[in-house]
């Protein structure tokens, strides 16, 4: 095994990407997995297909697209530039938007499910008894559907450290910034340096086990809770 | 049965005869397309299929067995090491040409009149260049900074292409403001009139000699030999003239 500062240097920086892009899935997807549940719109089933397309879509399509949109020639990407002073393409930044995009029916999805287990009949109570908001959520919503939640967290996560299509065509492989640990892998098997990319992917690995046990674990809690 | 045949027509997609696959370095996807026109004209019998990459990505492809009959270089030592592996025979390499390098940019603002000491100034932000670790344009690129003693201070700012053409395509999206590329690419039809480039001073960095040979698995493919006598042929040289590459010695 080697593991040199170079290695230890992008396994953190995806473990970075994977934990922003994950509390930022959380954020948006909660609200976004109880509006799709709920919402009777007609056009509901379009925004659910979109919101779940990264499942199937090429990591190059979203690459593609992002490359033109954080463009300077792009009203998005001048907007950009305009405000912070450099392009989102090669940034941390960039590299955040293109992961949750591309977690984003990891974390939604299973949210969806967790939240639609909720009995509405027992918010409704709490809802007559006088409870707020957000006292529903921290003491209903949340505690009956904490495994399905930890079931999206984890997802999202292990996604994000999959990740390579997008950062490979957005990221510019610049060390500490958006070199993460996949494409260091990739550089290490063209640069012929077995050990080295040897010892990146069997983190990946182990991480990658872990994380999916985490997730068995959790639905087999569940079920055991409903029998 | 029938899901049986559309199996088996789905795993015919292997290379058959009258066919060479030619790996190819990124400097070359225009100019390619010009020369694989001419030499089918020429052997209308042959069919070409073509890959273009990094010539490091390529070289460790071929080293785990990839099905490359000939392999086009952006350098010598590539070449080289794929002889010295023993997956291709000394006698089949062939020097076909040598590279430039030119500092680009698209933006209209983005001045870069004075050539490589123009990418320090502070309104240039990101320059990209290839990966030096397996691009030897990346690595020329990289020469000619530390030559100019300019590395130090523009390596924050360097975003790394995977190879010259995802470099050329980082500056011609304007995702960055400038960079190191091949002439090569900047004289195709395609980027011609895309921007403006000044030519970095050969001595700058280590000559960029393009070298092909014929793989292991090339040699038993007449079509191999072929290819190579017409990258010296006058009608290559014609267009390599095109695409600005000089003359190997």
């Given at each position: ?97 293109g ?44 505690p ?38 996949s ?37 087999r ?7 | ?70 392999f086009?270089?952006a ?46 100034n ?26 100019f ?11 790394y ?89």
């Open positions: 095994m080697a593991f040199s500062p170079e290695i230890w240097q992008s396994v953190l920086l995806t473990f970075r990407l994977a934990t922003v892009t994950t509390i930022l899935l959380v954020l948006i997807g909660l609200p976004l997995a109880h509006w799709l549940n709920t919402s009777r719109g007609r056009g509901i089933i379009f925004l659910e297909t979109l919101v779940t397309l990264p499942i199937v879509l090429p990591p190059t399509v979203i690459g593609f697209y992002l490359l033109i949109f954080f463009a300077p020639q792009n009203p998005l990407g001048a907007a950009w530039v305009g405000l912070t002073g450099h392009t989102l393409a090669f940034s941390f930044t960039g590299l955040v938007i992961s949750v995009i591309y977690s984003l029916p990891f974390a939604v999805q299973p949210f969806q499910s967790a939240l639609k287990a909720i009995p509405p009949t027992l918010i409704e109570a709490a809802r007559i008894s006088g409870a707020n908001w957000g006292q529903i959520f921290w003491h209903i919503s949340l009956i559907a904490r495994r399905g939640i930890g079931t999206g967290i984890i997802l999202s996560f292990a996604h994000t450290v999959g990740e390579f299509g997008v950062v490979l065509m957005l990221g510019g492989a610049i060390p500490g910034v958006t070199k993460v640990a494409i260091q892998l990739y550089d290490e098997v063209q640069k012929l340096n077995y050990a080295q990319a040897h010892s990146i992917a069997l983190v990946l690995l182990v991480i990658s086990f872990a994380l999916i046990l985490a997730i068995s674990l959790l639905q809690h569940r079920d055991e809770e409903i029998h | 049965m029938r899901l049986l045949l559309i199996l088996l027509a789905a795993f015919a997609g292997d290379l058959r005869a009258g066919e060479l696959s030619v790996a190819a370095a990124s400097d070359l996807v225009y100019c390619l397309e010009e020369l694989h026109a001419a030499f089918e004209k020429e052997h209308p019998a042959i069919d070409l299929k073509t890959s273009t990459g990094s010539s490091g990505n390529f070289f460790a492809q071929i080293k785990n067995g990839a099905p490359f009959d000939v086009l270089s350098d010598v030592s590539y070449p080289e090491a794929v002889i010295k592996a023993g997956l291709a025979d000394e006698e089949s390499l062939s020097r076909y040409a040598v590279g430039r390098l030119v500092v680009w940019a698209t933006g209209e603002k983005t001045d870069i009149s004075s050539g490589l000491t123009s990418l320090s502070a309104a240039i932000k990101k320059i990209a260049i290839a990966n030096p670790d397996h691009a030897p344009y990346g690595r020329a690129a990289k020469a000619a900074l530390q030559y003693k300019m590395w130090d201070q523009v390596e924050p700012k360097v975003v292409g995977e190879n010259i053409a995802q470099t050329a395509q980082f500056i011609e999206t304007g995702n960055a403001d400038a960079g190191i590329v091949a002439l090569a690419l900047v004289l195709s039809p395609k980027l011609a009139k895309v921007g403006r480039w000044v030519e970095i001073p050969g001595e700058s960095y280590p000559r960029l000699e393009q070298a092909a040979v014929v793989t292991r698995r090339g040699q038993d493919n007449p079509a191999s030999a072929l290819y190579i006598a017409f990258l010296r042929s006058a009608k290559a040289r014609e267009i390599f003239d095109r695409f600005g590459f000089r003359l190997p010695q």
